[in-house]
């Protein structure tokens, strides 16, 4: 048992148990019940302290390709979060780092520039705080890790780094949930460029193997599904603006294993800036389209 919150639970449990086991044959049943009531009064208040002191801890892995929009699609979302109760959550930005990075790239794009592709072998962790309504609302702590694109060819066949058990290899593959990111631009030209069928093939397969490591990773059994959130999602929606149930058409392997393989599994189309300019920049005010869905999509599941 690897959780240490479950190891004191057991022992305050245990020990608790010894001490009535003593005073039954010694005390009154009225000092034996108040006894109870202090005990239980007493791991009440532990479990309150600990929890709150604690945080429980969620790690989400965000996949995708080079330049499908990871980068700017975590800069949006912070922005959207800080600070707000959403669903029942209260959602923020934690951290100085995580709060001085997102803080400037979003200067950047509201800049009208557009971001620096994530330099080859980097990871950025973002990290938020989210905490329940209540007294005994749970806190947790979501780790959304922002590696560059070129760590996806660990799961591409045709690379070097096939299946290579870096630290990129065991993030995706013990997260407590997974995001697909898929460029809509490359879904706009796939129809008439032969180079961009091709590549939505590879990023195709190498999502499939990505997935189909994770479900052995995480165990699964034969006839049963991953209980792991998968969510499919859509960036840069605004080029293509099509109904979000036809998208899966572009993608319909991945997303057909998806349904057969996964317990908890949605699509969802995002804009982290809405339309942009005829020149490419992006626009003068960022009017994101569904950017926070999936994070939301995602934590009712894992806290559930």
């Given at each position: 048992?690897?959780?240490?919150?479950?190891?004191?639970?057991?022992?305050?449990?245990?020990?608790?148990?010894?001490?009535?086991?003593?005073?039954?044959?010694?005390a009154s049943p009225d000092l034996i019940s108040a006894i109870l009531a202090l005990i239980i009064v007493g791991y009440t208040?532990?479990?309150?302290?600990?929890?709150k002191r604690n945080p429980k801890t969620l790690r989400i892995s965000l996949l995708g390709f080079p330049n499908?929009?990871?980068?700017?699609?975590?800069?949006?979302?912070f922005d959207q979060i800080n600070s707000r109760r959403l669903n029942g959550i209260f959602f923020s930005p934690w951290g100085r780092e995580t709060n001085e990075k997102y803080q400037e790239d979003l200067l950047t794009i509201k800049n009208g520039a557009w971001l620096q592709c994530t330099s080859a072998d980097s990871v950025?962790?973002?990290?938020?705080?989210?905490?329940?309504?209540?007294?005994?609302?749970?806190?947790?702590?979501?780790?959304?890790a922002d590696y560059a694109g070129e760590y996806t060819k660990e799961f591409d066949i045709r690379s070097e780094k096939w299946l290579h058990r870096t630290e990129y290899f065991n993030y995706v593959t013990q997260s407590d949930a997974v995001f697909l990111s898929i460029d809509c631009s490359l879904l706009k030209t796939a129809k008439h460029q032969n180079k961009d069928i091709i590549e939505m093939q590879t990023m195709e397969n190498a999502f499939i193997v990505a997935l189909q490591m994770l479900i052995e990773e995480k165990r699964v059994k034969v006839g049963k599904k991953l209980k792991t959130p998968l969510a499919i999602v859509f960036m840069k929606y605004d080029l293509i603006l099509e109904k979000p149930e036809n998208l899966e058409l572009y993608?319909?392997?991945?997303t057909d294993f998806?349904?057969?393989?996964?317990?908890n599994f949605q699509i969802f189309a995002v804009s982290s800036v809405g339309s942009i300019k005829?020149?490419?920049?992006?626009?003068?005010?960022i009017k994101p389209i569904g950017i926070i869905q999936p994070l939301i999509w995602t934590f009712k599941r894992l806290k559930s």
């Open positions: 048992m690897k959780n240490p919150v479950y190891l004191i639970i057991i022992a305050f449990i245990a020990v608790s148990l010894t001490i009535l086991g003593i005073l039954y044959k010694l208040a532990f479990m309150f302290l600990f929890l499908s929009g990871k980068t700017v699609f975590l800069t949006v979302l950025f962790p973002y990290l938020i705080k989210a905490s329940e309504k209540g007294i005994l609302g749970r806190r947790y702590k979501i780790e959304v993608v319909s392997r991945l998806c349904k057969k393989r996964c317990k005829k020149d490419g920049s992006p626009p003068k005010e």
